[in-house]
C-alpha cells in the first residue's frame, strides 16, 4: 500500500513539474483555419484529439498528414538546445508571450509574423509596423520577468521528411491552465487521501 502511495505521489510530481526533452511523434492533421497563421492542428503520439500549435519558422515546411519525430523542452531545458533553433532562454520567452497571445487571438497575422522573426526565420516575408509592436511588447514582458509555460516541440531525428527541401516547423504549445494544474493536483491529493485511509482502516 506505501508502494502505490508512492507511486501516487510521484505522478502528482510529475505532472506539476517540468518538461524534460523527451521523443514524441507530431503529426499534421490538416491545414489551418486561419491561413498561414496559427493555431495548427496537430496530434501528439497518434491522439485522436487535435492540438493547436503554433509554428515557429516560416523556412521549414510540412504537408497534411506528414509525421515526424519531435523532443519536447520546456524553458529550463531548451537552452540545451543546438543547431538552427538553439536560443536564449529571454528568445524562447519572447516565443512564448506572443504564442500565447496568438492562441488568444488565432489567426493574427502580426502576432505570426512576429513569432517567425524572433530568430530571423520569416522567410521571404518583411516585418509589419504591427509585428515589430507585438516583439517589442514581448520583450518589455520578458525584461519585467515574464516567463513561459509553455513547451516547444523540435524535429529531431536523422530521418526527418523533407517537404520544399526543408525539414519540419519547430511548434508551440499551451500546457493546461494553473486552474486546470490544481483541479488535477487536488484530486490526485484525493486518491492519496483516500490510500491512506485504506491503509490504517
Known amino acids: 500500500m506505501i508502494r502505490t502511495i508512492a507511486l501516487v505521489f510521484a505522478a502528482v510530481i510529475l505532472l506539476l513539474g517540468a518538461t524534460s526533452a523527451s521523443a514524441d511523434s507530431l503529426t499534421f492533421t490538416g491545414s489551418t483555419a486561419n491561413g498561414q497563421a496559427g493555431p495548427y492542428g496537430m496530434s501528439l503520439n497518434g491522439s485522436t484529439t487535435t492540438t493547436p500549435m503554433i509554428c515557429f519558422s516560416d523556412k521549414n515546411w510540412i504537408t497534411s498528414g506528414e509525421s515526424w519525430t519531435v523532443k519536447a523542452y520546456n524553458i529550463t531545458t531548451i537552452t540545451t538546445l543546438g543547431g538552427a533553433f538553439a536560443g536564449t532562454a529571454a528568445t524562447y520567452n519572447e516565443l512564448g508571450y506572443l504564442a500565447n497571445e496568438l492562441f488568444a487571438n488565432p489567426g493574427n497575422s502580426d502576432l505570426q509574423l512576429a513569432i517567425w522573426s ?35 516541440y523540435i ?47
Request: charged residues 10%.
Open 118 to 152: 524572433v530568430f530571423g526565420l520569416t522567410g521571404s516575408l518583411t516585418a509589419t509596423p504591427g509585428s515589430i509592436q507585438d516583439v517589442n511588447d514581448a520583450i518589455s514582458h520578458v525584461n519585467a520577468g515574464y516567463v513561459t509555460s509553455d513547451v516547444f
Open 155 to 201: 524535429p529531431s531525428g536523422s530521418n526527418l521528411p523533407l517537404v520544399n527541401g526543408t525539414t519540419p516547423q519547430p511548434f508551440i504549445s499551451r500546457v493546461p491552465e494553473p486552474s486546470s494544474l490544481v483541479l488535477l493536483s487536488t484530486g490526485l491529493i484525493g486518491v492519496i487521501g483516500l490510500l491512506l485511509k485504506r491503509a490504517t482502516a
